[in-house]
């Protein structure tokens, strides 16, 4: 499907809620620090393009674009423009699932108009909406990303590196008391994205796009085996790494959370690469886990925000000498502040005959106030490269 973008439209940066945050990965010796940018707009000249394949109504749609054709209907414009501006709209609702779920998520279906539809038009607007509905009833409604700091939203993250090339991810969150077991069943942390989980997501990447990362990052390599990811909550890290080609295990012990990284894996088109396993660390040492786990043969093991108790360190100790039985290495990123475990943490893995650098890792302030807010505001992260010892 083929439509233009005749510059006369004068389509502008959608004006409804945020939608997209886009991190810059940097060099893996900064553990990827780079820059972060907030809704980020195409240039007016690349908007003169053609919609011919999903790749293509993918890209638009995630800057926006549905969004914006949506709120220039409901301008003053001639009836030839608002032809043109429902066939390149309905040309990205069939492109891609990702439209109709922006413009569900903020609620522009039904479309609103500034001129009652010809029947061409009229006829557009039927199909647009058919398919929006459709999807709607396929996947039930979520909430829009008006706060990222609310449980239950819709993500969509792109790790950015040098060369130009885009990791575009879209996660979909889970409400906050719908826990089984975190916090004692009553509030569950994992069901949005915390800046911990995009710093690790930026960090693994960083290591995948350097040419040295075996020299520079103290001897890193994935290694032939799968990556487990611990604690996965909506598996942004995971399944970042699951889009750049490697095996990936994401585990969680939430049952609503396992189910939520499922569709997780299924929005992002990693079945082939990413799986979801069911980990209790407690039972890490009973003799069928442990089989389970040894089976795997991981090459490396990552996690974000994984210690908040002093009695987490002892588990996780546990639980990487039981994956990693004949070495391998560890990248973690922990909040540092009202963290009671974390003072301990290095020390105990240390005890443990490992390996560890610890280094403060650097969050950009505008990521930290978008995605924790109110909750944690000024937190301090640090990374933890372990090299495990084979026993």
């Known amino acids: 499907m083929t439509g233009a973008f005749p510059e006369r439209w004068g389509l502008q940066r959608p004006e409804s809620s945020l939608r997209v945050i886009a991190v810059e990965v940097g060099a893996p010796e900064q553990l990827g620090a780079g820059t972060v940018q907030i809704n980020p707009w195409l240039e007016p000249a690349k908007l003169n393009g053609k919609i011919e394949c999903t790749d293509d109504a993918e890209n638009l749609a995630s800057y926006g674009l549905p969004l914006s054709l949506a709120q220039a209907l409901e301008w003053q414009m001639q009836p030839a423009v608002q032809i043109g501006l429902l066939s390149l709209l309905h040309a990205l609702v069939q492109g891609t699932p990702c439209a109709c779920d922006q413009l569900n998520e903020h609620q522009k279906v039904p479309l609103k108009l500034s001129l009652p539809p010809q029947k061409e038009a009229a006829s557009l607007v039927a199909k647009v909406e058919s398919v929006c509905k459709r999807r709607l009833a396929d996947i039930g409604h979520h909430v829009s990303c008006k706060d990222w700091t609310e449980f239950g939203s819709t993500y969509e993250v792109w790790l ?27 509030h569950m942390t994992g069901g949005r994205i915390w800046a911990g989980s995009l710093l690790l997501a930026r960090w693994a990447a960083s290591l995948h796009f350097a040419e040295d990362a075996r020299c520079c990052m103290q001897r890193l390599c994935w290694g032939p085996g799968p990556v487990l990811e611990l604690g996965a909550g909506l598996g942004l890290a ?26 997780n894996v299924t929005l992002n088109c990693v079945e082939n690469k990413c799986r979801v396993l069911s980990l209790d660390w407690a039972q890490v040492g009973e003799p069928k886990m442990r089989r389970l786990l040894q089976a795997q043969k991981f ?83 640090v990374a933890y490269i372990v090299h495990i010892a084979a026993t």
């Open 238 to 263: 995971g399944i970042s790494l699951a889009k750049l080609g490697q095996r990936v295990v994401l585990s969680e012990r939430e049952p609503v959370l396992l189910d939520r990284l499922k569709e």
């Open 160 to 186: 950015c590196c040098g060369t130009g090339q885009k990791l575009k991810l879209r996660l979909r969150g889970e409400r906050k008391d719908a826990s089984a077991f975190d916090f004692g069943g009553v």
């Open 299 to 381: 090459s490396a093991v990552i996690g974000s925000d994984v210690v908040y108790e002093e009695c987490h360190t002892d588990l996780l100790v546990n639980v990487l000498q039981c994956v990693l039985p004949n070495g391998g290495f560890a990248l973690l990123v922990n909040a540092a502040r009202h963290r009671k475990g974390i003072q301990v943490f290095g020390q105990k893995l240390r005890q443990a005959g490992h390996e560890v650098i610890e280094k403060k890792i650097t969050c950009d302030s505008v990521l930290q106030d978008l995605i924790c807010g109110k909750f944690e505001p000024c937190q301090e992260y």
